[in-house]
């Protein structure tokens, strides 16, 4: 089942349970999963990779608003954005914890055979493909960083 119709289904259920907060997320995903179709060049279909690559930035999107909300004390506007990150989150693959994000990670640097921190570009190469959508580019670039200069 695409995408999209995994969305109209919850969509639907969304609204007859008046969950507006899962409305207001699923209603975000089905936008840009439209605007995706209708770019040039895409034939108005998008692949699995592609609704993954969108989904996590929706994601990106929100936890940067969150964190903006956070510093100005806007609780109100904070608490949407978790309620649609939750909501986006369940569409993405299972994320990596912290240590089997580092395990992967420093499996990947023993592959690769990086040993300072120069070597960080050719890691995260790796890296962010390997671990595409299973974590946050964030925490990725952080963890090769500390693993890197020890």
């Given amino acids: 089942m695409s995408l999209e119709t995994q969305i109209m289904d919850q969509m639907k259920d969304a609204m007859k349970a008046k969950d507006e907060a899962g409305l207001r997320g699923l209603r975000a995903i ?3 999963i439209i605007k995706a179709k209708t770019e040039p060049g895409a034939n108005g279909q998008i692949s699995e ?4 690559k969108l989904l996590q930035k929706l994601v990106k999107q929100r936890r940067d608003s969150l964190e903006i909300f956070e510093k100005q004390n806007r609780e109100d506007l904070a608490k949407k954005e978790r309620e649609e990150i939750a909501i986006i989150e369940k569409f993405l693959p299972k994320q990596f914890s912290e240590a089997e ?4 990670i420093a499996k990947i640097i023993s592959e690769t055979g990086a040993a300072s921190p120069a070597d960080m570009g050719k890691v995260m ?3 962010t493909k390997q671990l595409a959508g299973k974590a946050d580019g964030k925490a990725i670039s952080a963890i090769v960083k500390e693993l890197l200069a020890k």
């Fill in 125 to 127: 190469g790796v890296a």
């Fill in 101 to 104: 994000l580092k395990d992967a």
């Fill in 30 to 32: 089905k936008a840009e």
């Fill in 49 to 52: 990779d592609g609704e993954l």
